[in-house]
């Protein structure tokens, strides 16, 4: 993991998201640096889907601090998210199945010529550009970047998206539930492709309520409960069934205290 004298990719400093007198997120604290995964885990209803939001820029927190590289942002709308190195990966994904891979990969990003006056797609650099990415995150078993994307299965649409943050030189991927009902082969796949990321030094925000699949990926465990981050630990601190129970604590903890 990178230094923490490095700045954070995204810092959320006392970020609070309420609606009338209820709290979905509360006094969050949460850095990610460069070439760092942070796992944010929690049961339903914890806050993670808030926190996924504000990133992202579908929502604005009511009070606190979001950080980009060390500078307060405040974002209006998914694009501008987006504009500021921001690539969130849900578990439905916007892929269009129609459409050829390297469509997919380049969507409202294309790359263009002009010939006399007129735009041409540079269609076989978006190809090659697609397959070396592709190769990169594992993603071998791809015949051609020329295929439709209704070709592929669960686990090689979440690469896709991967690969195309990697290429448009995300600063942060959000994965929100990325290997959610895919099979222990494929959940692998979207593994590598993370780790993938990871070393291309973007920061990721790796959402999921299973253990087993965040334990092996992250560098740090954030722990939700009632929209507080309770807790966060380090790789190798607890195993995955220590992880469970600090999680089931962390719950317990809240009720005592009046949630």
């Known amino acids: 993991m990178n230094s923490e004298t490095v700045a954070p990719v995204v810092e959320l400093v006392n970020v609070t998201r309420r609606y009338g007198k209820n709290y979905a997120v509360r006094d ?6 460069p070439g760092e995964v942070v796992g944010l885990v929690g049961d339903n209803g914890a806050g993670k889907s808030t926190i996924v939001k504000m990133i992202s820029g579908y929502i604005e927190p009511t009070s606190g601090t979001i950080k980009i590289q060390g500078a307060p942002v405040r974002f209006g709308s998914p694009r501008q998210a987006r504009a500021a190195g921001i690539e969130t990966v849900y578990q439905d994904l916007a892929i269009v199945d129609e459409m050829a891979l390297w469509r997919n990969f380049f969507l409202g990003q294309e790359l263009h010529r002009n010939v006399l006056g007129i735009r041409y797609l540079r269609v076989k650099e978006m190809a ?16 051609s970047s020329h295929q439709t994307a209704a070709t592929l299965s669960g686990g090689e649409r979440q690469s896709l998206a991967i690969s195309r943050a990697i290429h448009f030189d995300s600063q942060l991927l959000v ?9 222990v082969r494929e959940t692998r796949r979207v593994l590598d492709a993370i780790g993938a990321a990871k070393a291309n030094n973007l920061g ?56």
């Open 28 to 33: 969050a604290n949460l850095s990610i640096h």
């Open 175 to 183: 994965l929100d539930e990325p290997v959610a009902a895919l099979s």
């Open 204 to 259: 990721v925000l790796y959402i999921d309520h299973n253990m087993d699949h965040v334990l092996p990926a992250a560098d740090r465990i954030a722990i939700m409960h009632r929209g507080t981050i309770s807790r966060v630990v380090h790789k190798g601190d607890l195993t995955v069934d220590e992880l469970a129970d600090a999680v089931a604590e962390s719950g317990t903890a809240a009720a005592d205290n009046g949630g």
């Open 128 to 143: 090659r550009i697609c397959d070396e990415h592709l190769a990169e995150v594992g993603l071998t078993s791809v015949e």
